[in-house]
T-cell receptor, first 110, second 114 residues
């Protein structure tokens, strides 16, 4: 079945530093979604990308979908302590089934 | 803002017992899902449900699992005979439409099987 690989597994940054997580697939993806899960919380939808080369921004967060639609990235500029959590990429199937990556856990030192 | 709710927040049970996890999806949503997350691991799809039928299920969702929409608001996940490896956080989600439509997750039920 379809799989998405996500790296790195963990990232510790100093507050104010940038952060990037990457999601890769061996097959072409029809879409990619990004979720944030705060410690002890549930996944919260951030964004969806569907077009080749698409770039979307939400304040300090920049999401990209690769030209070949096989990879995606989430970049956070100038991290804050409120950015702490695990960021997951996911692919949605026709029935709505979400296939999640392993997630990248971000720790921010104040 | 409408949200998905789940009860109980934590369920402790003995191995071999039956458990029912309950969810109230967002009221105008038609598509419902269950996922599970073993501690420290990724979120795994269990089942999708629409129009009182299972749309898709994963390999995890074996004969011990069942889902039901007993009335117009609740969506339940039943595990008939729990195993130690069923210990996980179980998330319910709902969406207005299927496919790539945004899914809204509930706060989860932490199931501990002893």
């Amino acid at each position: 079945g379809q799989q998405v690989m996500q790296i790195p597994q963990y990232q510790h940054v100093q507050e104010g530093e940038d952060f990037t997580t990457y999601c890769n697939s061996s097959t072409t993806l029809s879409n990619i979604q990004w979720y944030k899960q705060r410690p002890g919380g549930h996944p919260v939808f951030l964004i969806q990308l569907v077009k080749s080369g698409e770039v979307k921004k939400q304040k300090r967060l920049t999401f990209q979908f690769g030209e070949a639609k096989k990879n995606s990235s989430l970049h956070i500029t100038a991290t804050q302590t409120t950015d702490v959590g695990t960021y997951f990429c996911a692919v949605a199937g026709n029935t709505g089934k979400l296939i999640f990556g392993q997630g990248t856990t971000l720790q921010v030192k104040p | 803002e409408p949200e998905v709710t789940q009860t109980p927040s934590h369920q402790v049970t003995q191995m071999g017992q039956e458990v029912i996890l309950r969810c109230v999806p967002i009221s105008n949503h038609l598509y419902f899902y269950w996922y599970r997350q073993i501690l420290g691991q990724k979120v795994e799809f269990l089942v999708s449900f629409y129009n009182n039928e299972i749309s898709e299920k994963s390999e995890i969702f074996d004969d011990q699992f069942s889902v039901e929409r007993p009335d117009g608001s609740n969506f339940t996940l039943k595990i008939r005979s729990t195993k130690l490896e069923d210990s996980a956080m179980y998330f319910c989600a709902s969406s207005e439409d299927r496919g790539t439509d945004t899914q809204y997750f509930g706060p989860g039920t932490r199931l501990t099987v002893l």
